[in-house]
Structure formats: C-alpha cells, structure tokens
C-alpha cells in the first residue's frame, strides 16, 4: 500500500508548513503510517525539494507566507496529488486550483493518513511536470 513502484521503498511524501509543531505532529503520523516524509518550511524549499527528492505526493498546510501564489507555483511544478490543509472557508476555491483533496484544520492525523492512503492508490502520473 506504501510501496513505491516495483521496490519495497515506502511512499515518499513532501510536506509543506510554516509551522514546526504543525509539521512534526503529522509527520508522526504519516512515519507511523510507514511513509517517508520529507518536510519544507516554505513553497520555495518545497520546490526545491520537490526537485531534489521525486516524492509521490505533497501535503500543503494553508496559510502560506505569499498564499495562494505559494500553493499556484508548486501545482504548476507538479502533475503529483496534493492535500491542502486549511480552514473551511478556503476549501472551495483550493480545491479549483486543482487541490486533490482538501483536509479541513484542526488537523486529524488519522484523517490526513487516509486521504494519503486513498490518492495513493490511485493511477501513478507522471512525477514533474516537462520544461516548457
């Protein structure tokens, strides 16, 4: 279920938030899950470590520092499944950027471990999206 590809390597999953108690909370969860996370403070780290480490989906805690500018440029870089999580109110309009699901705060790491699970089952797509 946490396989990637043809290898025992478990999924890889980027986590993007401000916040380190935030980050550490649901990295716990989702480690315990027996994925491999990688944490970014910011949309900038994350895009590079999005560059740096091919994870097979990305986790974006809202409010970021440039808001929805943050969230545009890592979906632009990415055909990858993204959750946002975030309050109730920003749902519908993420989720038109082309969020894959939306988690809404306070955040249930039992919850946010399921979503992972449900769109990691779905068809793999291509990890980066090809230079224009």
Same mark, same amino acid.
């Given at each position: @279920?946490?396989?990637?590809? !043809?290898? %025992?390597? $478990? ?8 916040? *380190?108690? +935030?980050? #550490?909370?649901? &990295? ?5 899950? /027996?994925? *491999? ?12 470590? &999005?560059? *740096?480490?091919?994870?097979? #989906?990305?986790?974006?805690? &809202?409010? @970021? ?6 969230? #545009?440029?890592?979906?632009? !870089? %990415?055909?990858?499944?993204?959750? =946002? =999580? /975030?309050?109730?109110?920003?749902? !519908?309009?993420? +989720? ?6 939306? =988690?809404? *705060? $306070? +955040?249930? $790491?039992?919850?946010?471990? !399921?979503?992972?699970?449900? #769109? +990691?089952?779905?068809?793999?797509? $291509? ?6």
């Amino acid at each position: @279920m946490t396989q990637r590809g !043809a290898t %025992s390597r $478990p999924a890889c999953i980027l986590f993007v938030e401000k916040e *380190e108690a +935030l980050r #550490l909370n649901s &990295l716990g969860a989702l480690e315990a899950a /027996g994925y *491999e996370v990688v944490t970014a403070a910011d949309a900038m780290d994350g895009l590079k470590k &999005l560059d *740096e480490t091919h994870p097979d #989906l990305i986790i974006i805690e &809202l409010p @970021m520092e440039n808001g929805e500018d943050d969230y #545009l440029r890592i979906r632009q !870089a %990415s055909y990858l499944p993204i959750i =946002v =999580v /975030g309050s109730r109110e920003e749902a !519908a309009e993420i +989720l038109e950027f082309g969020a894959d699901a939306y =988690v809404t *705060e $306070p +955040l249930s $790491p039992v919850e946010l471990v !399921a979503r992972v699970r449900a #769109l +990691l089952r779905r068809k793999p797509r $291509p990890r980066i999206n090809p230079a224009p």
